[in-house]
């Protein structure tokens, strides 16, 4: 990112790297853009601010070509777009977090809306902070001009503000030798003479306070002829009076502010801390922060300048150029210049001996330091020139007996060889990465995509916060691959200082992977090892590389260096040296190699396909995908095979039925894959081009194998609720039509998955769905296949997924665990099997055995890693947590179940809506749950109108819940669906609240029989706790009350089993306050 700074001397910085201009002119021209930032400021305009004296007659030919040179050097600081031609003149583009002064005015606004004087003047503290000096200050010639605002006189006032609330803290003391400085740099500002006059008061010199007025009144009348205004007048009166100062508050001496907060640089910041503090005291000393490019030295720098101002140091700041024509002592010059009078100035060098100017600089500061504390940040100490680091050295050895820090920074590797203490700033871990990437985008980040930028960034702070930019703009699959422009360019420009046959080697190894091994680069290469190792050194020494600990093998250093190897020849190329290296293995598994070669010549192959190998792309490919399907590694079986489709669409397109059929097959494979692996979008669409292959072919048996895959693999519904994949169903259907009535593994699988599809299909009918899918199973049984049977009885739970038929899905699911154990069984099963039982033992009411198979379904996951299992055991986690009444533990791992199921299947939002439901009934948050259901609710929706009625009759708004949630003669029950028990409670409920006797009658006929269970959606999402408890509402609504009392008495001790604490105690209180009433 490109960062434009005019609070002092006009700076363009990117990636740590100050951005040099062409000339006085094109500094002067972006100067008078930036002082109107996001605004077209007219050619006529440029042109004054270009041109001191009377312009050329081509001053506005000229104006064009300094606007493309500033546009031409900001594109090479990856900032292309940021000048554009707007009519009659020319715009500069830029963020709100790109430029100072905009960053300085934000922070005043939001200090001005603050009404806590201690946190105000912290804001404007840090507004401050940001000035280095006059605004454009050392721009030759007159300064341009500044647009509408003066911010010169913004500074000022900010100050002015500040000051005000601090005196108002009780900091008089401490702002006694800063008011002075000011007073006498702006001897006609009333407000600070004015403020300078408080703080005397208030440390107890009143005296030397109205000395003050009676100077400056003096000075007025003698100088201009004017009398002090009211407010020093009036300031005057008040200390005449002895008026008391303000009482300082409990943040009044700065002890309890905390430094400002950067994600891993806890331990450097509270050493700055340390230091700043000692600095007040009275000693000071020499701070190095030190490491590689884009770790965030800078940012170090800000938060220490930043948290210099809020304890009442001066702070002034300089850089060292990485440039040539900038004169010698530049940064201790812009420190001086930034001090703005506090300091008296160096003597003119000419003719003076260097030690005499050294000297100079060195007693120009003691003496600032000795009036007030002060810090000078030093930036870039590694591009230092040698004049400036005499000076360095001098001071170094005087800091310990002053109030002076310096805090410089520089890369590690070029160090200069400086006295101090070192604050080495590390790479930040995946937490930390998370926590800046939050910071960055302004909302939670994904855990997986945290995740991607720890691993793709290696820690390093600017390419995460780089990478964290990008991801706004892009989907997080992309930000796998994805390689922001400043973080290229921040990486090609150290590949760049490595010699030529060094970066040649580096592009075979990042050809090769993040990690590599030495011999397979020289054998690829054709480098003896030796010279290898020499160029390998290299890119050690420029950070490019890091050894791995493991013999002959080294690691790019993040995974972003490695990427802009790949990134900086063509695609032809690259794929070239894949080629190499393919060849390499093949020769390697050719003489008894090891078979996990399988995986990297399937990779190789297929990079290498533009080159000519496509047909050896795909073998390598499929051979791969097979092996990783016999280790359930289905994530990468789904990634090559994917490889292998994109091959034979771009390079060996079908060309007769055979090649058609290869297709279709590896989409087949691919659907399959992806389902296993959660990655439900690239399963559906290379499923439905695969049925449509199928449908051409007229192959009934290839029909209903691309079209019953998603009924085969899925746990939970295949689609959203109340969808039916129409195509699906339309094509399962004609195969059934067409295949042979005989008993057959197809035809048996087909009937199942038709079964499974036509849940929600227009007009189904469950028990026709019902006998189809039984037909399935027992054709399985027929043909004694015991993998056969566990599939279609897998499908067979899914089709009768209804309350009603729970005693049947319990048969089914003690099979399917019976079966799952037995020798020969895919290992993927057993996790399948135990979280189907988990799920029917707890809707019949027995959460301890149910916990029972969830643990040993997280045992068995661990070996095959289905995320869609992952997902419903992180569900299943928040619920048992919220049940026992920990319902903030609850809400965050409820968060964290939502995170992992929006990436896999359908259903993440309802399912997180309905967990947050649970929490705020648990909690009586009942206009909150209010606000949840109107935001879901939408037609078709799992989420109804009556949960909506419900919400409000629990606020009291009976009149509005009855219009949500209508009688039960006026309306239909909920579809016959796994969620009806559940729709039917929720209704029961609301009619009971309502005093819908009618209603809570017919509901209690109806729900009885199902007295005993537990309140579920069918899974682990939800659960509040025992129906007894409901059904005890709406027996007392329906007037039963013996009958109400006996069900809370039920319900209290189920709960109890349930360990669901609120539901238990809401049991427990209803029993008596019916006790009680049939008392009375």
């Known amino acids: 990112m490109v960062e434009f700074a005019i609070l002092g001397p006009l700076e363009i910085v990117a990636a740590e790297t100050r951005v040099r201009l062409g000339g006085p002119r094109e500094e002067r021209l972006l100067a008078a853009l930036l002082l109107n930032p996001n605004r077209v400021v007219p050619v006529d305009r440029l042109v004054d601010a270009v041109w001191d004296e009377q312009p050329p007659a081509t001053a506005a030919k000229q104006i064009r070509n300094l606007a493309a040179g500033v546009r031409r050097r900001l594109a090479e600081a990856r900032c292309a777009s940021a000048v554009e031609t707007d009519g009659p003149g020319y715009r500069l583009r ?74 108002r803290l009780g900091r008089h003391r401490e702002l006694v030798a800063e008011l002075s400085a000011l007073t006498e740099a702006h001897p006609l500002r009333d407000r600070f003479t004015a403020q300078l006059m408080l703080a005397l008061h208030g440390s107890g010199r009143s005296a030397d306070g109205l000395a003050v007025y009676r100077r400056h009144s003096a000075a007025l009348a003698e100088g201009l002829g004017l009398n002090p205004g009211t407010l020093l007048v009036e300031t005057q009166q008040r200390l005449l009076r002895d008026e008391p100062a303000p009482r300082p508050g409990p943040a009044a001496t700065g002890e309890t502010v905390p430094p400002q907060s950067i994600p891993g640089r806890e331990d450097v910041l509270a050493a700055v801390d340390t230091a700043l503090r000692a600095a007040g005291a009275g000693r000071g000393g020499l701070l190095l922060a030190v490491g590689e490019p884009g770790i965030g030295k800078t940012r170090v720098a800000q938060a220490a300048a930043g948290r210099a101002a809020e304890l009442g140091l001066a702070v002034a700041v300089g850089r060292c150029p990485d440039s040539e024509g900038v004169p010698d002592l530049w940064p201790w010059m812009t420190v001086l210049r930034t001090l703005d009078g506090e300091a008296d100035p160096p003597p003119d060098r000419a003719g003076v001996p260097g030690s005499r100017v050294h000297a100079a600089i060195v007693t120009a500061l003691v003496a600032v330091a000795g009036r007030r504390p002060l810090l000078v940040v030093l930036e870039d100490l590694h591009w230092a020139d040698r004049d400036s680091l005499t000076v360095l050295h001098l001071l170094a050895t005087v800091l310990p007996e002053l109030p002076l820090v310096v805090l410089g920074t520089s890369r590690d590797d070029t160090l200069p060889a400086v006295a101090g203490t070192r604050l080495p700033l590390r790479r930040l871990t995946e937490t930390e990465v998370s926590t800046l990437a939050e910071h960055e985008l302004g909302a939670p980040v994904d855990p997986a995509v945290a995740r991607l930028l720890h691993t793709r960034s290696g820690g390093n702070p600017f390419h995460a916060v780089e990478l964290a930019r990008l991801a706004r703009e892009i989907e997080p699959v992309d930000l796998a691959t994805a390689l922001p422009d ?6 090609m420009r150290r590949v760049r200082q490595l010699p030529g046959d060094a970066r040649s080697a580096l592009l075979i190894a990042a050809a090769l ?31 490019l590389l890091t050894e791995t600990g493991v013999a002959n093998r080294y690691r790019f250093d993040h995974a972003l260096i490695r990427d802009a190897l790949r990134h900086s020849v063509s695609r032809l190329r690259l794929a070239g040296v894949h080629a190499d290296i393919a060849t390499a293995l093949d020769r390697r598994a050719g003489t008894g190699g090891d078979p996990d070669l399988l995986d990297a010549r399937a990779f190789h192959w297929l990079a290498a396909a533009p080159t000519g190998h496509a047909e050896r792309a795909v073998e390598a490919g499929l051979a ?62 290379a499923l439905r081009r695969a049925i449509r292959l199928a449908e051409r072919s007229g192959d009934p048996a290839a029909l209903a194998a691309a079209a019953g895959v998603h009924a085969a693999e899925a746990i939970g519904s295949t689609r959203e609720y109340g969808v039916c994949d129409t195509d699906t169903f339309q094509a399962l259907q004609a195969a059934a039509r067409r295949l042979p009535s005989d008993d057959t593994p197809v035809r048996s699988l087909c009937l199942a998955a038709l079964a499974v599809e036509g849940y929600f299909a227009p007009d189904s009918d469950p028990r026709e769905l019902s006998r189809i899918s039984a037909e399935a199973v027992s054709m399985a049984r027929r043909l004694d296949d015991q993998g056969l049977l566990i599939r279609t009885l897998h499908m067979r739970y899914n089709a009768i997924r209804r309350p009603d038929t729970l005693p049947d899905r319990l048969r089914i699911a003690n099979e399917l665990v019976e079966l799952s154990a037995k020798p020969g069984c895919a290992p993927e099963w057993a996790p399948i099997a135990l979280l189907r039982r988990a799920h029917s033992v707890l809707e019949n009411g027995d959460i301890a055995a149910a916990q029972r198979d969830i643990d040993a379904c997280r045992k068995a996951n661990e070996q095959v890693l289905l995320p869609e299992v992952d997902v419903h055991l992180r569900w299943w986690s928040a619920m048992r947590t919220g049940l026992t009444g920990d319902t903030d533990a609850a809400e965050r791992l409820s968060h964290e179940a939502f995170l992992a199921h929006r990436r896999t299947v359908w259903g993440a939002e309802p399912a997180y809506a309905a967990q947050v439901a649970s929490w705020l009934l648990d909690r009586r948050g009942y206009r909150e749950l209010e606000a949840v259901i109107r935001a879901k609710h939408r037609p078709g929706s799992p989420i109804t109108s009556a949960h909506l009625g419900l919400a409000l009759a629990l606020q009291g708004n009976l009149a509005e819940a009855r219009a949500h949630c209508q009688p039960a003669k006026e309306t239909p029950e909920p579809p016959q669906d796994w969620l009806w028990l559940l729709q039917m409670v929720l209704r029961a409920y609301t009619w009971a609240l309502c005093g819908d006797t009618a209603s809570c009658r017919y509901a209690l006929e109806r729900l009885l029989p199902y007295s005993g269970r537990a309140v579920t959606n069918g899974s682990g999402i939800l659960c509040w706790g025992s129906i007894d408890h409901f059904l005890g509402e709406v027996a007392a609504g329906a007037g039963e009350h013996e009958q109400a009392v006996s069900l809370f008495r039920q319900a209290a001790d189920h709960n109890a089993d349930l360990q669901a604490t609120h539901w238990r105690d809401r049991s427990v209180r209803r029993l008596a306050e019916l006790d009680s009433a049939r008392s009375a």
């Open 513 to 543: 992977g993040e990690e590599f091994e030495v011999d397979l680069v020289a054998e690829v290469s054709h480098t003896p090892r030796d010279a290898l190792l020499d160029m390998l050194e290299a890119g050690l020494r420029h950070r």
């Open 624 to 685: 791969a995908a097979e092996r990783a399907g016999h280790v359930s590694a289905h994530p990468n079986q789904a990634r090559l095979l994917s490889g292998v489709v994109d091959v034979i669409d771009n390079y060996v397109p079908p060309r007769n039925a055979e090649d058609t059929a290869r297709l279709r097959e590896v989409l087949v494979r691919l659907g399959r894959a992806s389902c296993r692996s959660g990655l439900q979008d690239q399963a559906t669409t």
């Open 486 to 491: 400043g973080a290229r360019e921040l990486i």
């Open 94 to 167: 830029v963020a709100a977090d790109q430029l100072d002064a905009d960053l300085f005015t934000a922070r005043v606004a939001q200090a001005r809306r603050d009404t806590d004087p201690r946190s105000a003047a912290l804001l404007l503290r840090r507004a401050l902070a940001l000035w280095r000096g006059p605004v454009l200050d050392g721009l030759p010639g007159r300064r341009p001009a500044a647009g509408p605002f003066d911010l010169n006189e913004q500074r000022l006032t900010a100050w002015e503000e500040c000051i005000d609330h601090e005196l």
